[in-house]
């Protein structure tokens, strides 16, 4: 701590504080121009210039000393600062300070300086516009070269799309290789927007507007949770902002969040109920919500008074808030009187719920993302966090630019994989493969914690004898990773003091996936970096927004919230007594097991929340025929999807920009939701869908308030037990456990035991297995499939925005070779064809993805690929194989002629 004087008043700073931190610390503000908390302060723009033991100082740049003097309104130093911003201000047009102060920082910098324009007049610019990008303007002639957008780019985003280029006075930022922005490298992540001072970079969206609410929330894309600012006015969404300082995504954000809003006031948004007046077959009309409320009220009626509870089902989502879904299991619980509840976790993570229980004992990530930034080897298996979690990625390529090492280990040169230091590029499906050698290459270098592995683990003896099958060499041959590739990764990952572990969708989605779960949380465990107050864990990149909080509600089929055990006597009783209705013992059908017994008979309503079935679930061609086998299937949701569009009944539900409630993010921190708009006329979020529908079916689910529903859901779960929309309101977002209200969040797991029943992690000895469909004569190529950065699953909402000029369409990827080979050049129409359905679409060569394989997404209807995809699925949990499907390829174009 240091103590310095400013304006003779004592201020208590940090060692490492700055002139300008001491100011703010008095309570003074001071204007400054080339300054951003997120960036490195460079001390160019001289508006922050001060006193500090009686000499001028610019005060970013300054560091503090005990007993320094500080004079923030020296007149020396304040003539020479507003004389910088005269000459600043005598080089823009006129139009510079015609910008309203919200948008222009120069604006009101200008105010607090008492600078007008006029006087000096310089020569001005005639640099021009760039209007090509769909969010992002280009005024090049309010271009003050103070360089915020260029260090947000390189040090924030990581993306290094923008420079400062010409020379003096006709410097100025530019894209790529100067020419159209849209066609740069730039990822749309707005931060240089948001850095911007003086409008030079703009959000096309928020031109003529004036915002006269904020309202701070939580991103719900996908599972960073992203703390965003919410810019509205009457007519809606201005703007949204990261908020600066929050914990997760520290004033960073990604395309999605901070651009893809526009899907709220979309035309086709659904804003009332539509029913089939005339039953099947006859089409879709729309309904008042007391005919909807009352027609489904009848029916699960009658459905459950004929065949019991446990006919209906109810899949519930992981993009809703936890008390939605919280709500959702309840009424199934309660008032339907089944278990048959699940989300889609059981599409994604579900084997990390699994893996991480059976390794650990707890069903989440084991550390905080903070952790990352003291990583000195990252090991990223099976995930495209630049893509899919862009915020993390961001982070991840920081610290490899601070000197971290990367292991990427991924069939596909991800652009991770090109910064990597050792790339494992290993056939789809070879994960177990992979790490069962890279735990032996640690065992066999004595690059293990032996006194951890002693102390707080089981299995190293069975894990020891089954690695003997697992010499690099035969991995080598089974995996197609060259030995000594996995010699490198074992080195880098075994020297690493502070090692963690991020992983996707590579290692979950798969025949073997809670297998993949384990044997990469071996080698956390074989380094004795999980559960230390040094290591920093294994992070599972968990998918939508709320999935980990949707099964942490209990929206599963065998455990209530928390994850306590449908099967213990003693959990059931407690719910009971606190629901005042037993709960059902029978543990409840899985997702694919609902279709399975929808074609069986044995379940005959299916209740589907916030999910599009025939898009996002496997092999649609059954899905579609389980649904036609349901005598009543309800679709709650913000559109008319495919699934909905097949549905008896479909609710018009609010978004996530419309609700009052909490997420859980990828690293077990609840964060509160808050409504910045109303939803549209017509529209009702899920919490209020769920309650008016148990009282059309005569209940009382109680939780009047999303609040509520909270307080209950922790009166009844120890480890939500201090957890309150309150307290979230006052601190800011807590990790789960979070026991009591004193308590204050467990960001790292497992620090004196294991959660698991003796308090050891238990190492997995599991062998490599085939996956589940493998190519062959007649299907040669394996499809890959995921995701892509413009675009959200089943992109019904970023498709609704200016994404889609971003990316307006799906390609099939192609090894440059194989394209060759089949004729087909970029752009050309494929065939694609599994043993379940076919697509067709553009090729794309790129050796991004290697010879035999072909990548793609799911995020157009014009692309169904889960028309392609299989029912092969994880042993232990039924998630779906999606990362593994055989498929037999042809040129479209021949085959026409
Ligand atoms: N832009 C965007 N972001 C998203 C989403 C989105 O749709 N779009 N969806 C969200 C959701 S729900 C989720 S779950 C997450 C998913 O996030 P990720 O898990 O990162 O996404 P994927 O692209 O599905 O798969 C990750 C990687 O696994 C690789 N892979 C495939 N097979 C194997 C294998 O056998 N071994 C290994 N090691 N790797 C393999 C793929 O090549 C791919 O690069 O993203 C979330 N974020
Ligand atoms: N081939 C292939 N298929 C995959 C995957 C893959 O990697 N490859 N990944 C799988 C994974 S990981 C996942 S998570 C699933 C995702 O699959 P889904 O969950 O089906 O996909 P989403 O597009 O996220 O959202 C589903 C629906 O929720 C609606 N919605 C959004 N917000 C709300 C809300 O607040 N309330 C309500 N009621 N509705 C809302 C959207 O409009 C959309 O129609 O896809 C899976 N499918
Ligand atoms: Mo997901």
């Given at each position: ?292 409320l009352?027609?489904i009220a009848?029916?699960l009626t009658?459905?459950r008074?004929?065949?019991?509870g ?17 709500l959702?299991?309840k009424i199934a619980r309660t008032v339907l009187r ?241 629901w005042g209705v ?108 769920l309650r008016a529908v148990a009282a059309a079916l005569g209940a009382d689910p109680g939780c ?194």
């Amino acid at each position: 701590m240091a103590r310095v004087y400013v304006a003779g008043t004592p201020v208590e700073t940090a060692d490492a504080a700055t002139v300008l931190d001491a100011i703010r610390a008095s309570g003074r503000e001071l204007p400054t121009l080339c300054h951003d908390d997120r960036l490195v302060p460079r001390g160019s723009c001289r508006i922050c210039l001060v006193a500090a033991d009686r000499r001028a100082v610019a005060a970013c740049t300054t560091p503090v000393h005990d007993g320094m003097m500080i004079d923030p309104g020296d007149p020396v130093a304040r003539a020479a600062a507003r004389g910088t911003l005269e000459l600043i201000v005598s080089e823009l047009p006129a139009r510079a300070l015609g910008i309203p102060p919200e948008r222009s920082e120069l604006v009101r910098v200008c105010a607090s300086v008492g600078v007008e324009r006029g006087a000096f007049t310089g020569a001005v610019h005639t640099r021009g516009t760039d209007d090509s990008h769909p969010y992002i303007g280009v005024d090049r002639d309010l271009c003050i070269a103070c360089g915020r957008c260029v260090a947000m780019c390189a040090d924030v985003q990581g993306t290094f799309a923008l420079e400062l280029a010409g020379r003096g006075f006709d410097t100025v930022v530019t894209a790529g290789d100067g020419g159209a922005w849209a066609q740069s490298p730039c990822v749309s992540c707005g931060g240089c927007v948001d850095s911007c001072p003086t409008g030079a970079l703009y959000d096309k969206h928020a031109v003529g507007r004036t915002a006269t609410a904020t309202t701070t929330t939580t991103c719900g894309y996908c599972g960073v949770g992203c703390a965003l600012d919410v810019h509205t006015d009457a007519a809606g969404i201005v703007a949204v902002t990261p908020t600066h300082h929050a914990p997760v995504n520290r004033g960073h954000a990604c395309v999605k969040g901070r651009f893809a809003h526009g899907f709220v006031t979309s035309g086709d948004r659904l804003t009332q109920p539509l029913l089939r007046a005339a039953g099947r077959g006859s089409p879709l009309r729309p309904a008042t919500w007391e005919e909807a409320l009352a027609y489904i009220a009848r029916e699960l009626t009658r459905v459950r008074d004929t065949h019991g509870g446990d006919a209906i089902g109810m899949i519930c989502s992981a993009r809703a808030t936890n008390e939605e879904n919280y709500l959702a299991q309840k009424i199934a619980r309660t008032v339907l009187r089944t278990n048959n509840i699940d989300n889609c976790s059981r599409l994604c993570h579900a084997p990390t719920a699994a893996g991480l229980t059976a390794s650990f004992g707890f069903a989440g990530g084991t550390n905080s993302f903070d952790d990352l930034d003291r990583a000195d080897c990252i090991l990223v298996a099976g995930a495209n966090p630049t893509e899919a979690h862009p915020v993390v990625g961001s982070r991840i390529v920081h610290r490899v630019h601070a000197g971290a090492r990367l292991v990427v280990v991924d069939p596909r040169r991800t652009e991770l994989a090109d910064l990597a230091d050792v790339h494992l590029r290993g056939v789809p499906g070879s994960n177990v493969a992979v790490f069962n050698a890279l735990a032996r290459l640690l065992l066999d270098s004595g690059q293990v914690d032996h006194d951890y592995l002693r102390d707080r683990t089981t299995g190293l003896d069975e894990l020891t004898a089954l690695l003997a099958d697992y010499s690099a060499e035969r991995v080598a041959a089974v995996a197609g990773v060259p030995a000594s590739a996995l010699a490198d990764a074992a080195r880098l990952f075994g020297s690493a003091r502070h090692p963690v572990i991020l992983y996707g969708l590579g290692i979950t989605e798969h025949a073997h996936g809670t297998d993949g779960v384990r044997t990469l949380a071996n080698l956390a465990l074989l380094r004795g970096t999980v559960g230390t107050a040094d290591g920093c864990g294994v992070l599972p990149l968990r998918g939508q927004n709320n999935v980990q909080g949707a099964s942490d509600m209990g929206a599963l089929p065998d455990v209530l919230p928390g994850y306590q055990r449908l099967a213990d006597p003693a959990v059931r009783e407690r719910f009971s007594r606190g629901w005042g209705v037993p709960i059902p013992e029978r543990p409840g059908l899985r997702i694919p097991a609902m279709f399975g017994a929808a074609l069986d008979g044995g379940l005959r309503a299916l209740y589907v929340i916030g999910e599009d079935l025939v898009s996002s679930d496997p092999d649609a061609g059954h899905v579609r025929a389980a649904l036609a086998a349901c005598e009543l299937v309800i679709s709650q949701d913000v559109f008319l999807s495919r699934t909905a569009e097949l549905a008896d009944v479909v609710l018009p539900a609010a978004s996530f920009l419309e609700k009052d409630g909490t997420f859980v993010n990828f690293d077990r921190r609840f964060q509160r939701v808050r409504p910045a708009l109303d939803p549209p006329g017509g529209v009702r979020t899920d919490f209020d869908i769920l309650r008016a529908v148990a009282a059309a079916l005569g209940a009382d689910p109680g939780c009047p308030t999303p609040a509520a529903a909270l307080d209950e859901c922790a009166r009844l779960t120890p480890a939500f037990g201090g957890i309150s929309h309150d307290r979230l309101d006052r601190v800011g977002p807590l990790h789960w456990p979070c026991p009591d209200p004193g308590h204050p969040g467990t960001p790292v797991l497992h620090l004196d035991r294991f959660a698991t029943a003796d308090g050891r992690a238990a190492l997995a000895a599991r062998p490599y297995l085939p996956p589940g469909e493998e190519p062959d004569a007649e299907y040669p190529f394996v499809l890959v499939t995921g995701r892509r950065l413009a675009h959200y699953n089943t992109g019904s909402m970023t498709r609704r925005t200016p994404n889609a000029e971003l990316l307006a369409g799906e390609t099939l990827d192609i090894a440059t070779d194989d394209a060759a080979a089949l004729g087909v050049a970029a752009g050309d129409p494929v065939e694609i064809r599994s043993r379940r359905g076919r697509m067709v679409l553009p090729a794309r060569p790129t050796d991004e993805v290697a010879p035999g394989q072909v990548f793609t997404a799911f995020h157009f209807p014009q692309a169904p690929t889960n028309e392609l995809t299989s029912r092969s699925a994880d042993e232990v949990t039924d998630c779906p194989e999606y990362k593994v499907t055989a498929v037999t390829l042809r040129s479209f174009t021949e085959e026409r002629k």
